[in-house]
C-alpha cells in the first residue's frame, strides 16, 4: 500500500516535497513514479525513477522536479520546485515490476491515494 503526503497550497515560483511511503513491503524491487491529474483531464506522467536509478521527467518538469527514492525507508519523494499554475493538480504515487521506466498508467500496478498541490498565481 503506499500513501502519498506532502500537498498543500503554494504560490508561484515556491516549493513543496511530496512524499509517497509504502507499506506491507519493500520499495527496493520496483520503479516508482509520480503522475498528476488535473480537474478535466486524463492522468499524465511525471517522473519515473527506475530500480537501478535511471530517471525520466515529462518535458515541462525538467529542471524543476526531482524524483529520489529511500529504499531503507520505504519511501519515495518529489521535490517541487519554481512551481506555476499549470502544477496544479492531484499527484499520484505509483510503483511497479515492470522493467525501465514505464510512462503509461496502464503499466503501474500499485498506486497512492493522491495530495491535492495547489499553486496560486
Known amino acids: 500500500q503506499l500513501q502519498a503526503c506532502g500537498g498543500g497550497l503554494v504560490q508561484v515560483g515556491g516549493s513543496l516535497r511530496l512524499s509517497c511511503a509504502a507499506s506491507?513491503?519493500?520499495?527496493?524491487?520496483?520503479?516508482v513514479a509520480w503522475f498528476r491529474q488535473s480537474a478535466g483531464k486524463e492522468r499524465e506522467f511525471v517522473a519515473v525513477?527506475?530500480?537501478?536509478?535511471?530517471?525520466y521527467y515529462r518535458d515541462s518538469v525538467k529542471g524543476r522536479f526531482t524524483i529520489s527514492r529511500d529504499n531503507a525507508q520505504n519511501t519515495m519523494y518529489l521535490q517541487m520546485n519554481s512551481l506555476t499554475p499549470e502544477d496544479t493538480a492531484v499527484y499520484y504515487c505509483a510503483a511497479t515490476r515492470v522493467i525501465g521506466m514505464p510512462t503509461a498508467t496502464n503499466d503501474w500496478y500499485w498506486w497512492g491515494r493522491g495530495t491535492l498541490v495547489t499553486v496560486s498565481s
Open positions: 525513477l527506475s530500480r537501478s536509478g535511471g530517471s
Open positions: 506491507g513491503g519493500m520499495i527496493r524491487p520496483y520503479a
